[in-house]
């Protein structure tokens, strides 16, 4: 590998890695405001939703030129394409974080019912699902890659849970219907930061192994 493109390759993968850090952290942090009801940590969420969108731009930016300027082949392509779904779909969970972050603005304002959610389990299984797909990615772990792509299914579950609790609830509660959905909307896009997550695994996989797994493909 030219020495230039090596470097410009160990640049992109600290920039993925550190986006990636940022945005585990928007996410403990939508977890915390779900804990807490807390809607400054919301606001906080949305405010900085700018400074993911920024850094997501300029990871695919870079890529693209490297794909044009250097015509990498083989495990450096399989990188470089791994790394722009990789960006994208940390974005996305960014912005399942502020999407959490602005039901939860809503909830703050509403008064408590005695009928409770819990999301706990689902969204530590979510955020672990999340962290371990990233600690995949920084020790090109295929093994931990493939764990991750298995614990989709149990927060599935717990989203169908959440669901069916929510939809028992409504007919008995019709004056606080904005309230459920809120809560409705937020165990699905805890399920969809899951989602996301079992997506970084399986391009991991293909980073290591040259294997496509979409679609239950493992």
Known sequence: ???????????IKKRILSLGAMVENRVRMAIKAIELRDADIAREIVKSDYEIDGIEVEIEEECLKILALHQP?????????AVIKINNDLE?????????AQRLEHIAKHEKLDLSFDF???AEKAASMLKQSL??????????????CSLDDEVDSLDAGIYNLVTDSIPDNLGHLEYFISKLLISRYLERI?????????????LVEGQIIRHGRY
Request: proline letters at 2%.
């Open 92 to 100: 996305r969970i960014g912005d399942e974080a502020v999407n959490i």
């Open 135 to 148: 600690d995949a990615l920084v020790h090109l772990d295929s093994d931990l890659a493939f764990k991750v």
């Open 120 to 122: 706990s389990l689902m």
């Open 73 to 81: 082949v083989a495990v450096d392509l399989r990188f470089l394409i």
């Open 194 to 206: 899951a989602d996301h997550a079992t997506n970084i695994a399986e391009e991991v996989i293909y």
């Open 1 to 11: 590998m030219p020495v230039h493109l090596h470097v410009e390759l160990e640049k």
